[in-house]
């Protein structure tokens, strides 16, 4: 035990030698904000006070939102005009002082709040006019450049927010002051940590607060910023927050900020940022948010808003925090439930046509389902398999000393692989090569079994196939004998490879990876059609069979948002293609087409229940069908919201826009029997 310790001691000392070395080190101090905004949400009118401190003497780029017009500037208190090109850049020239200043007011006209959009049209909306007010809330993210924003290098903030009496707003940071009188509310925030831009939301908020004891001893505060209509969730919502620092504070280490606040919007969002989460009202009401996505954007704290990925080799923090928060709590769930949720990313992967993913290392931020599968689910895969790899006890050693090392730090993937390979003593560049720079995922077959006997029992010779080039793979393999099962790793690392398993018993068969352990591509029996596969495959076609205009411009409404895109219709009458195919239609137009298919009709799952189902089948010709039924218009609309959440089912039933059953068809393992 005493050689162990000062082993890894030894690693970690040589890993925060390399990671001084290596680390991307934030600017310190390089840029400092002070701003006062002035928000009015009825006439979305904003008014504001930049004052910009460079501690370091270079060339600037500044850019202002379209909308904003400067109305005063300065340079260490000499008045300058700014002259801008189309997408408003100022060159700031070289002050010949340090620090200097340059102090900047501006005014302008925010666009309108747009309640209607869904999830998918918040998270694409373009940048020109994301920076939206109204009476409900205001939003200026970052990216809409609402304040005059340096294009390079990371920033310190003071802000000052002014608004209306009624509304309550905020940024990043610790909140310093705030007072309300009847003349209106201000609240000043600072964040003293280096930050990639400042984020602002207001709007008509209740304040609940609360504080938990960091593992320091340090008061963090607590807070929810809710819309009225959901103020009675607040007290549910903080009190989940502290199980959550419980849990990610003694596996990674200290919450690196003061407090962190549940921000409410009326449109359904779903943004981490430092010190806060902003989600929608209707997301927030859901009853299973407090124990799922709530502990995913906690965890973006450490990763990703503490940690900041290197986006040009690669988002690594959404993979991490996926695998630490959603698949975390499955694991807690279950085995089981773990279980389904690895299997759940493997049919998402199956989903996808060839050529719709990219390499791990060019994700950046999702965009699409096609993004998500990969930087998401794959990702989080990869840290499950380096799991698997390193041993849990290193696994969880690495991400405590990649976080003592990286904090407030833009880090990219080969710093988590130095960590990992300093602190388990391994050689990782295979592993981290092939899953973070291939496309796709390896193609695994049990091609030949033989069984003999041997002086103790039996011996199994394996042979294992895959795919050129080849991955360097640990395959997990089960060995069914008289006595029980047997679990035997393989470490197969060429297209064709053979093993000799010497086993107590007689086998009977052999199933390939049977606990779903390897991101890799499943067999066609293994994978069941799921809804997804007619969402993000683009060479769906649908068929619309709804006889009245009014009717099929629903079904067309709800194929254009279950893939995201105008969709390829055809004639109901036309052939079935070998393509995935989505069939939407009125409960018997869809009998009758399915009838006439000499299809199977529907199946007992859904058959006979609720107002409206999906569920999926395999085409004549191999392709997944996913059909849409519904008793009447008014059921058909009401499922166009909720359905495209619910991509990795097989079936679902509705009653109204409520889902009341749903599953996935039973998988088929690789199983060989042996003779």
């Known amino acids: 035990m005493k050689r162990k310790t000062i082993k890894f001691c030894l690693y970690y000392f040589l890993f925060c030698i390399a990671s001084t070395a290596m680390a991307y080190s934030l600017p310190d101090s390089a840029i400092d904000y002070d701003i006062e905004v002035r928000i009015n949400p009825t006439t979305r009118v904003l008014e504001g006070r930049s004052v910009i401190t460079f501690n370091r003497t270079r060339e600037q780029t500044l850019i202002l939102g379209a909308q904003f017009e400067v109305t005063q500037a300065r340079i260490n208190g000499q008045p ?40 998918e049209q918040t998270l694409n909306r373009p940048i020109a006019v994301s920076a939206v007010s109204g009476e409900t809330g205001t939003y200026l993210p970052n990216a809409s450049y609402w304040y005059p924003r340096v294009m390079h290098g990371l920033v310190h903030y003071t802000v000052q927010i002014e608004l209306p009496s009624g509304q309550r707003g ?45 593992i320091k001893g340090e008061l963090i505060q607590l807070r929810t910023y809710f819309h009225p209509e959901i103020s009675q969730l607040a007290d549910d919502y903080l009190e989940s927050v502290k199980r959550y620092f419980k849990l990610y504070e003694s596996w990674i280490g200290a919450y690196p900020f003061t407090e962190f606040s549940i921000v409410s919007s009326p449109t359904p969002t779903g943004f981490g940022m430092p010190t806060l989460t902003y989600l929608g009202i209707n997301v927030l009401q859901l009853p299973f948010i407090r124990d799922t996505s709530l502990g995913h954007e906690v965890l973006h704290n450490w990763w990703g808003n503490a940690v900041y990925p290197d986006y040009q080799s690669g988002n690594w923090s959404e993979g991490l925090t996926t695998f630490m928060a959603d698949y975390t709590y499955k694991e807690l769930e279950s085995d089981d439930a773990a279980r389904e949720m690895r299997l759940s990313w493997l049919r998402d992967f199956a989903a996808l046509e060839p050529g719709q993913d990219s390499p791990l290392a060019a994700f950046t931020s999702r965009t699409h389902g096609a993004s998500k599968i990969v930087g998401y689910n794959k990702s989080a895969m990869l840290f499950f398999m380096l799991r698997d790899l390193v041993g849990e006890e290193m696994f969880n050693r690495s991400l405590k000393g990649l976080w003592a090392m990286q904090r407030f730090k833009v880090t990219a993937w080969p710093h988590l ?88 018993g007689k086998a009977q068969s052999v199933v390939l990876d049977p606990d779903v352990r390897l991101f890799r591509q499943l067999a066609p029996d293994e994978a069941p059609p799921i809804l997804r596969e007619v969402m993000v495959n683009p060479t769906t076609v649908t068929f619309l069979l709804p006889d ?64 409206a189902q999906a569920w999926t089948l395999t085409g004549p010709d191999g392709g997944s069908l996913a059909i849409v039924s519904a008793q009447d218009a008014a059921s058909l609309e009401a499922i166009i919201r909720p359905l495209p959440h619910y991509g990795r089912q097989s079936y679902i039933v509705f009653n109204g826009r409520q889902a009341v059953d749903r599953g996935v068809w039973p998988i088929k393992v690789q199983r060989v029997a042996v003779e």
């Open 170 to 214: 905020l940024v990043a940071g610790r909140l310093v002051e705030e007072e309300e009188t009847d003349s209106g509310y201000r609240a000043r925030f600072e964040f003293t940590h280096p930050a990639e831009g400042i984020d602002l939301m207001a709007g008509p908020y209740e304040i609940t607060t609360d504080s938990v004891t960091g």
């Open 548 to 611: 009245t205009d009014a009717t099929q411009q629903i079904a067309a409404t709800l194929a254009e948002k279950l893939q995201r895109r105008a969709p390829r219709i055809i004639a109901a009458n036309q052939p079935i293609p070998a393509t995935p195919t989505l069939i939407i239609g009125l409960q018997h137009e869809v009998d009758a087409w399915l009838s006439a298919k000499n299809l199977p009709s529907r199946p007992e799952a859904v058959n006979d229940k609720g107002s």
């Open 417 to 504: 692989q130095k960590a990992f390979e300093m602190i388990s003593a391994q050689n990782l560049q295979p592993f981290f090569d092939q899953w973070l720079n291939r496309t796709g995922a390896p193609n695994l077959t049990i091609t030949d079994v033989r069984q003999e006997q041997a002086d103790t029992g039996y011996r199994l010779n394996i042979t294992l196939t895959q795919d050129e080039p080849p991955y360097q793979l640990r395959v997990p393999v089960a060995v069914q004998t008289a006595t029980g099962e047997e679990t035997h790793i393989l470490d197969l690392k060429q297209s064709g490879q053979s093993f000799a398993l010497d086993i107590n």
């Open 80 to 119: 300058f005009d700014p002259e801008t090109d189309q997408s408003h850049m100022w060159q700031i020239p070289v002050a010949m002082l340090r620090p200097h200043q340059i102090e900047i007011h501006w005014r302008g006209e925010l666009h309108p709040l747009d309640e209607t959009l869904d999830h």
